[in-house]
């Protein structure tokens, strides 16, 4: 069974940064690109980042581009993102997901809270 | 970036036929996809390149659709679809979701 359990959300201060994990079982993590995903209270989806599955190559939109960072361990089998000069519109849910390249995600973990406030 | 547009709200009765559309702002070809989130829960991947079930879904969800016009259908709908439905694309630029479909079962 897949499974995805991020970790490391919570309260920060505007411009302060903050790291997420996410620890995937249940298949070869290797062989497959991830990404984050965040809802907005009461909102809709953003994509946030991809990484290939290697690593090698990562990917943004300009929202966070120069900001966040995604990266990946795969002898943990971990997923990281570190995010960094965070806004109060970061307040969100972070999902961590399996991708199928830069295409649809096919399984999501449970979700994280991040709310960034004074 | 495309700009993907839903429906904000249906309402349908057990046992009825329902289609969500999603209409994209330019071509995505057919990487379009649906998800659907039940309140409280985490997405679920229902249909991936617009017309492809995904593992595990009831053969009541269907998908179809090309270029710019894509629809999601339930048939029969039950009460167990009460949920949000996003469509995604990956054909343009960044990966971009529509901003949803609630259903709500009468």
């Known amino acids: 069974e897949v499974q995805l359990v991020e970790t490391g959300g919570g309260l920060v201060q505007p411009g302060r940064s903050l790291k997420l994990s996410c620890v995937a079982s249940?298949?070869?993590?290797?062989?497959?690109?991830m990404s984050w995903t965040r809802q907005a209270p009461g909102k809709g989806l953003e994509w946030v980042a991809s990484?290939?599955?290697?690593?090698?190559?990562?990917y943004y939109p300009d929202s966070v581009k120069g900001r966040f960072t995604i990266s990946r361990d795969n002898a943990q089998n971990t997923l990281y993102l570190q995010m960094n000069s965070l806004r109060s519109e970061d307040t969100a849910t972070y999902y961590c997901?399996?991708?199928?390249?830069?295409?649809?995600?096919?399984?999501w973990g449970q979700g994280v809270m991040v709310t960034v406030s004074s | 970036d495309t700009v993907l547009t839903q429906s904000p709200a249906l309402a349908v009765s057990p046992g009825e036929r329902v289609t969500i559309s999603c209409k994209a702002s330019?071509?995505?070809?057919?990487?379009m996809h649906w998800y659907q989130q039940k309140p409280g829960q985490q997405p679920k991947l229902l249909i991936y390149?617009?017309?492809n079930l995904a593992s595990g879904v009831p053969a009541r969800f269907s998908g179809s659709g090309s270029g710019t016009d894509f629809t999601l259908t339930i048939d029969p709908v039950e009460a167990d679809d009460t949920a949000t439905y996003f469509c995604?694309?990956?054909?343009?630029?960044?990966?971009?979701f529509g901003s949803g479909t609630k259903l709500e079962i009468k």
């Open positions: 997901t399996r991708a199928h390249t830069r295409s649809y995600f096919d399984y």
């Open positions: 249940g298949f070869t993590f290797n062989n497959y690109w």
């Open positions: 990484i290939t599955n290697s690593g090698g190559s990562t």
């Open positions: 330019e071509s995505v070809s057919t990487r």
């Open positions: 390149k617009a017309s």
């Open positions: 995604q694309q990956s054909w343009n630029g960044p990966l971009t």
